[in-house]
Each structure stands twice: as C-alpha cells, then as structure tokens.
Nanobody, 129 residues
Framework: QVQLVESGGGLVQAGDSLRLSCAVS????????MGWFRQAPGKEREFVAA????????YYADSVKGRFTISRDNAKKTVYLQMNSLKPEDTAGYYC??????????????????????WGRGTQVSVSS
C-alpha cells in the first residue's frame, strides 16, 4: 500500500520558517519524482516545487522561488520543503505527490498535478500577518 504522509505544518507569523516533510512508503522512492502542491480555501491546487528522482534537478513556482527549497533523502524515503520568509499568501494546505515515468519530469510536466500518480492527505500551513 502506497502512503505519503506529510508533517511539519502549523501556525506561524509572517517572516518565520517551517520545514515540511513527506514520508513515503510502499513504492520505490528513488524511482519517483516528487512534488509539493498547495491549495488555499476557494482556490485551485497550485504547483509549489518539484525534485527529480536523482535529486539533481528542481523546479519552483515563481511565487516561492528564492524562499522555498525542496530536497529529498532517498535513504529515508522522505522529501522536504524548507519554507523561509513566509507570507500570509502562503497559507494553504500543502500536499506532496509522487510521479513515476520512464524519464524524469520536464519543467512543464512537473507543474501539472495530472503528472503525479500518488498524493498525500496534506498538512496545513497558516501564516499570520
């Protein structure tokens, strides 16, 4: 059974930092590209960041570039999202996702939620002003 379990969310103030984790089980983690998405109330789910299965390539949404860092530890089967300089507009549920394919995701496909095969249930991040 494939499981993706996010943790690390919480309520913080603007300017603070959080590190989200996503622990994966039930699949060959090192064969999957991993992504983070977020969804705020009343809004569509949006891409945040992605990392290739090798860890050698990353993609970011323009809104988080320079503030967020995605990383992975294949030995621990975990993907991380370090979020610095948080803003109230970062408030959302954050979801990790896993994508399997013959080749790693391109930049264009990494942004699309339909490129991902498995999803976690999410962790809430709330940023107060």
């Amino acid at each position: 059974q494939v499981q993706l379990v996010e943790s690390g969310g919480g309520l913080v103030q603007a300017g603070d930092s959080l590190r989200l984790s996503c622990a994966v089980s039930g699949l060959g983690f090192s064969s999957y590209d991993m992504g983070w998405f977020r969804q705020a109330p009343g809004k569509e789910r949006e891409f945040v960041a992605a990392i290739k299965r090798s860890g050698g390539g990353t993609y970011y949404a323009d809104s988080v570039k320079g503030r967020f860092t995605i990383s992975r530890d294949n030995a621990k089967k975990t993907v991380y999202l370090q979020m610095n300089s948080l803003k109230p507009e970062d408030t959302a549920g954050y979801y990790c996702a896993a994508s399997f394919g013959a080749a790693s995701l391109s930049a264009g496909r990494a942004l699309q939620s339909t490129s991902y095969d498995y999803w976690g249930r999410g962790t809430q991040v709330s940023v107060s002003s």
